[in-house]
């Protein structure tokens, strides 16, 4: 199946930096990108859609200034997440959509932040 | 709108035990159903799909059968193994609404050896 790849698996910055996390479909252009967040033990809550070249559309309630999401190329999108907090410490999960597979999703294999 | 409703787990099982894991969904228009698979740490793994009534999705010896008329994708495994411990989420997808997945809570599959 498809491939979707997440960067960093794992990352630990401090309270006030930003870091970013990159999503890469590796064998398909990715018409429609998606980002989430997990917290333990729950379910995903969709954070953003990104659609390639165009600026990305937030769920209600996700502040666009503190997550960046920029989806510059068919296979690749970035979400930055600015002065970081320990409260944003969290599993980001990114999943990709192609023309080419019709209606299925394929999911990144997610980055864990861990804001100190 | 869309919704998922899936059943609350955990479950434990032993091995060689039949699963079954419940799912049920609200949509206004024609979605596809999916069940991907959570492994400890991981990212989401996509199971097994259907996207119109009636389609039996099947993989690793799970499956699910789109029900339209119960609004059901209930998704079995005759003989479970330790390796399927993992959440199990189901989702709807509606190409209607840009194409946003629908997930259910998901539930928690312990298999004891």
């Known amino acids: 199946g498809a491939v979707v790849s997440q960067h960093p698996s794992w990352v630990i910055c401090k309270s006030g930096t930003s870091v970013k996390i990159e999503c890469r479909s590796l064998?398909?252009?990715?018409?429609?990108m998606f980002w989430y967040r997990q917290f333990p033990k729950q379910s995903l809550m969709l954070m953003a859609t990104s659609n390639e070249g165009s600026k990305a559309t937030y769920e209600q309630g996700v502040e666009k200034d503190k997550f960046l999401i920029n989806h510059a190329s068919l296979t690749l999108s970035t979400l930055t997440v600015t002065s970081a907090h320990p409260e944003d410490s969290s599993f980001y999960i990114c999943?990709?959509?192609?023309?080419?597979?019709?209606?299925?999703?394929?999911f990144g294999e997610g980055s864990w932040l861990t804001v100190v | 709108g869309n919704s998922v409703t899936q059943m609350e787990g955990p479950v434990t099982l032993s091995e060689e035990a039949f699963l079954t894991i419940n799912c049920t969904y609200t949509a206004t228009g024609y979605p596809s159903l999916f069940w991907y698979v959570q492994y400890p740490g991981e990212g989401l793994q996509l199971l097994l799909k259907?996207?119109?009534?009636?389609d039996k999705g099947s993989n690793k010896g799970f499956e699910a059968t789109y029900r339209k008329e119960t609004t059901s994708f209930h998704l079995e495994k005759g003989s479970v193994q330790v390796s399927d411990s993992a959440v199990y989420f189901c989702a709807l997808l509606d190409p209607l609404r840009d194409y946003k997945l629908s997930f259910g809570a998901g539930t928690t599959v312990t298999v004891r050896a």
């Open positions: 999943s990709a959509r192609a023309r080419s597979t019709g209606n299925t999703i394929y």
């Open positions: 064998d398909f252009q990715a018409t429609t």
């Open positions: 259907a996207t119109k009534a009636d």
